[in-house]
Structures are given as structure tokens and as C-alpha cells.
């Protein structure tokens, strides 16, 4: 991930194209149940059209969170502030 760091210029947290309320960055510890979660909705369905686990499945992604290897989304809060007055 260090190499798209450099190629792509990210330094710090990315912002989705087209959105306003979506930032990308480096995934937490306390996110790993969560990716867990997409990796396994995203390789379950073809455990029975090939036989076997998918390699992502069984990754560390609590070491690849550490790594920096590991990225999310998250939607920006709205702030509202109070009416003066």
C-alpha cells in the first residue's frame, strides 16, 4: 500500500470522487471485525463454485490493518450548529 501512497500522492485521507460525505483512510484496529465482515460477503458466495475457502478469507487483517495495508470509508457527521440568539 505504501507504493499507491507514493504513485497516487496520498499522503493523507482521500476523498471519493463524486461525493461530499464519504472519506477513505487507513483502516483501525477496532474496523478488523468489519472487514472480516465484507471480505466474507464478498468471497462466501463462491466457496461452493470452486471448492474451496478464498485466500483473502483467510488472511490476517488484523496484521494487514497494522500494516497500513487495510483502508475504509467513513461518512462525514454532519455539524449542526445552534441558532445564536
Given at each position: 500500500?505504501?507504493?499507491l ?76 450548529r445552534?441558532?445564536?440568539?
Amino acid at each position: 500500500m505504501a507504493a499507491l501512497r507514493e504513485c497516487s500522492g496520498w499522503d493523507q485521507v482521500g476523498t471519493v470522487r463524486g461525493t461530499t460525505d464519504v472519506r477513505i483512510r487507513p483502516a483501525v484496529p477496532a474496523g478488523v471485525p468489519g472487514v472480516r465482515k465484507v471480505v466474507d460477503a464478498a468471497f462466501r458466495p463462491h466457496i461452493a463454485r470452486i471448492g474451496l475457502v478464498s485466500v483473502p478469507m483467510e488472511a490476517d487483517h488484523a496484521a494487514n490493518v497494522a500494516a497500513g495495508r487495510v483502508f475504509g470509508r467513513r461518512r462525514r457527521r454532519e455539524t449542526r450548529r445552534a441558532p445564536r440568539g
